[in-house]
């Protein structure tokens, strides 16, 4: 049976860079925290994808440190609403994923600094 994913396919799409709004709209998700965690999800690396359009369209995937995360049902609304904060964003879509899982490999530095992992 053949995969659907060649050797070498990027797990999670890249994200929109270069956009001039792609660093506010990272701050905006740096505003949201998961409430068992004290690192934003950003730093945590539960934003996989951010996918900015030219006429201010984002798409947003995410996941969860784990599937039964109490908030699974909220998150994604916290994270539309602190998006859709940002001037020139005009409208937000945010997809959960569980491919890839999340893992303690995907947090930054910083966020293994303040949870004492380094």
Not at 11 to 34: G, M, N, R
Not at 65 to 86: F, I, L, N, Q, R
Request: hydrophobic share 40%; with cysteine.
């Amino acid at each position: 049976m053949a995969s659907d994913v060649n050797e070498g396919d990027l797990l999670i799409k890249p994200s929109t860079t270069d956009h001039p709004l792609y660093d506010s709209v990272v701050e905006a998700c740096k505003t949201v925290f998961d409430p068992e965690i004290p690192v934003n999800i950003y730093d945590l690396g539960l934003i996989y994808t951010i996918t900015l359009a030219e006429d201010g369209k984002t798409d947003i995937i995410m996941t969860l440190t784990a599937p039964g995360c109490p908030v699974a049902g909220e998150m994604p609304g916290w994270v539309a609403d602190a998006v859709s904060a940002v001037p020139g964003v005009q409208s937000v879509d945010v997809e959960m994923t569980f491919d890839p899982q999340w893992g303690m490999d995907m947090m930054s530095d910083e966020a293994r600094l303040e949870l004492g992992f380094m």
